[in-house]
């Protein structure tokens, strides 16, 4: 077999590349294709509740974003990028098919095992790709977008077809087509490996430290028995998830603590441009706690109360993805060009719109109430334009903020920084369970939303009152819970957007020659 190399080009770009696409393409493949079942297995198959169901996805989704901190260090120190990858991509496919199974064990478990493993696979793909180029590549900025094409690629087409196999031929068909996606990807993974497109690239960093042996088992070893034995503690977190609150409270002190040890070893610009990166951390874990309402209660809202289309609710979740995948380019398109024309909006204000635009999502989810039919769905077409508006949103803020966090960071932290930046993801996903709480509420009592200035805000977008609502049945009633709460927390996103906004000159000073 003809052995290739990272210096043969493919579309300008080394091939090494157009193997890690795949593979992370697949890899999301698996992941969304289970996360949009994962709520609707456990309400309709598993019969837990609207907030137990919600409690147990944020517990999981939360910590799937502390574990990839831990997984990129030990990666740096041990394992390598290769290895990392590989043992990740087995944990994951091994937390699929075991969703086959029935039984809590089995249940919990699998989720703790595509925890751990997203924690070994996720950053060090990425690291991977960034490793084909060198330093001041111009190429890199090109390579990257292509890579997160793929990532929404897989985002947009599993939910797609998971969602068509579990609603034909059963949930676990959809749980067994994400692991195959998972080995998939490890199988094109490897075969770059077997062509050598990598060259000498993400292999273990340092042997010696890698084979030395504590109680006669090699440091490399460890990291594996460790990644198996992390398991049953992760699936306890995730099945006491009332208790997540404690973890929450830990990783603020551990962040906080390390964020002023560093303000002290710096100088005032460079402690000016880390505080400006904390508050764009901070608005990114309000950006998130409301955007990731999908995969939770707006799964279940698009089961319950709106009049689908050509689509199931699961499969709802490719909505955003296919939007991301039609409008990223434009939007790169778009910076360019005002950026040639001096008129190209500074990152705060970018951020602004961010948030103003996912509440006006939120708010048009809202006012689908209006168009509401006798069994109390609403048009599929608000759906639509609400992930529509989001979508661009999301353009707005995640990608701008990431670039961002790079130039605002002492250089000397610049790896912690980035860990803080991604934290965000942990603390949003963790109060976007209670913001899905807030949408389960008994019959009879329709919750904080209808109470107060609330009330008349909800009634203002939804044109649903109060007195009507309980009058009438159940299925209103529900409707009710979702459309309020997406009002009232769209409205917010949109105020603080706006003081953002209005705000900026304030904030860019202290980022100094960032724009």
Not at 211 to 238: D, R, Y
Not at 308 to 319: D, E, G, K, Y
């Amino acid at each position: 077999m003809k052995n290739f190399t990272s210096t043969t080009d493919v579309m300008g770009h080394p091939q090494g590349l157009l193997y890690l696409f795949f593979a992370e393409l697949w890899e999301r493949f698996s992941f969304y294709g289970m996360r949009a079942l994962l709520v609707l297995y456990m309400t309709k198959h598993l019969l837990y509740s609207d907030r137990m169901a919600f409690g147990v996805y944020a517990a999981y989704m939360s910590l799937v974003y502390v574990t990839p901190m831990i997984g990129g260090v030990l990666a740096d120190r041990i394992l390598g990028f290769r290895k990392a990858i590989i043992l990740g991509g087995v944990l994951m496919a091994l937390g699929h098919f075991f969703l086959t199974f029935e039984y809590d064990v089995f249940f919990y478990g699998s989720l703790a095992l595509i925890i751990v493993g997203n924690g070994f696979f996720k950053p060090n793909i990425s690291s991977l790709v960034g490793s084909l180029y060198e330093s001041g590549d111009s190429r890199r900025d090109s390579g990257f977008t292509i890579f997160y094409m793929g990532i929404n690629i897989g985002g947009a087409v599993a939910p797609l077809l998971c969602a068509w196999l579990a609603e034909h031929y059963g949930w676990h068909v959809g749980f067994v087509l994400a692991g195959i996606g998972m080995l998939i990807g490890l199988i094109v993974f490897r075969g770059g490996l077997v062509r050598n497109v990598f060259d000498d690239r993400g292999k273990v960093p340092n042997v010696s430290r890698y084979n030395e042996k504590f109680l006669g088992i090699a440091n490399g070893n460890w990291v594996v028995i460790t990644a198996f034995l992390s398991v049953p503690i992760f699936a306890a977190i995730v099945y006491f998830y009332e208790f997540e609150h404690y973890l929450v409270w830990l990783v603020s002190a551990c962040l906080l603590v390390f964020i002023m040890s560093v303000l002290q070893k710096i100088d005032k610009p460079a402690r000016k441009k880390l505080l400006v990166a904390v508050y764009f951390t901070v608005l990114y874990t309000l950006f998130s706690a409301i955007f990731e309402q999908a995969g939770s209660s707006l799964t279940l809202f698009a089961d319950r109360n709106v009049n689908l289309i050509a689509m199931n609710a699961a499969q709802t979740n490719s909505i955003n993805s296919g939007f991301i995948i039609l409008l990223a380019i434009p939007f790169s398109v778009l910076w360019t060009y005002l950026h040639r024309l001096k008129m190209n909006p500074n990152s705060v204000v970018k951020f602004g719109l961010g948030l103003f635009f996912l509440g006006l999502g939120f708010v048009i989810f809202g006012m689908s109430a209006r168009a509401v039919n006798e069994w109390a769905q609403t048009p599929m077409s608000y759906l639509l334009i609400g992930y529509l508006v989001l979508t661009m949103g999301e353009l707005f803020l995640s990608p701008i903020g990431l670039s961002k966090i790079t130039e605002l960071s002492p250089v000397k932290y610049t790896a912690f920084i980035m860990g803080v930046w991604f934290s965000a993801n942990f603390f949003g996903h963790y109060f976007a369970g209670k913001i899905a709480e807030l949408t389960t509420v008994a019959t009879g009592d329709l919750g904080v939303f209808s109470k107060g200035v609330l009330g008349s805000l909800t009634e203002l977008i939804t044109g649903m009152s109060v007195s009507e609502t309980l009058a009438s049945a159940e299925n209103l009633q529900q409707l009710y819970s979702y459309v309020s709460v997406y009002a009232c927390f769209g409205v917010l996103a949109m105020s603080i957007g706006v003081l953002v906004i209005v705000s900026f000159r304030f904030v860019k000073k202290a980022m100094g020659a960032v724009h």
